[in-house]
């Protein structure tokens, strides 16, 4: 069993600045693609980023592009979502998922391909 813990969410006022982290622990971190999504309230949970475990491959929501990085440290087990220039839209609370075995890049945006999830950390962006 794997298991994932977000944290870093807070209080920010827009144009400011925020790192999520999600580390892995458990039977195995030898997974193969996490992401990061997110659910505002009344609203479905939507992609946001995606990283490949053993590479540097990236994937990016429309909406963060050029706003948000994906980033991991393997040492520590840990993938972390810098996220820059953040406006009252990116308030939502932000899950990490993890999918063990190899996935294509372009199923990686659906939220149904992650096998585990954490328990989402909130964000929330005042204007």
């Known amino acids: 069993q794997v298991q994932l813990v977000e944290s870093g969410g807070g209080l920010v006022q827009a144009g400011g600045s925020l790192r999520l982290s999600c580390r892995a622990s458990?039977?195995?971190?030898?997974?193969?693609?996490m992401g990061w999504f997110r659910q505002a309230p009344g609203k479905e949970r939507e992609f946001v980023a995606a990283?490949?475990?053993?590479?540097?491959?990236?994937d990016y929501g429309d909406s963060v592009k050029g706003r948000f990085t994906i980033s991991l440290d393997n040492a520590k087990n840990t993938v972390y979502l810098q996220m820059n220039s953040l406006k009252p839209e990116d308030t939502a609370v932000y899950y990490c998922?993890?999918?063990?075995?190899?996935?294509?890049?372009?199923?990686?945006?659906?939220?149904?391909?992650?096998?585990?999830w954490g328990q989402g950390t909130q964000v929330t962006v005042s204007s």
């Open positions: 990283i490949r475990l053993s590479g540097t491959i990236t």
């Open positions: 458990g039977r195995t971190f030898g997974g193969y693609v």
């Open positions: 998922g993890l999918e063990p075995r190899p996935l294509p890049q372009g199923r990686w945006r659906r939220e149904g391909e992650y096998d585990y």
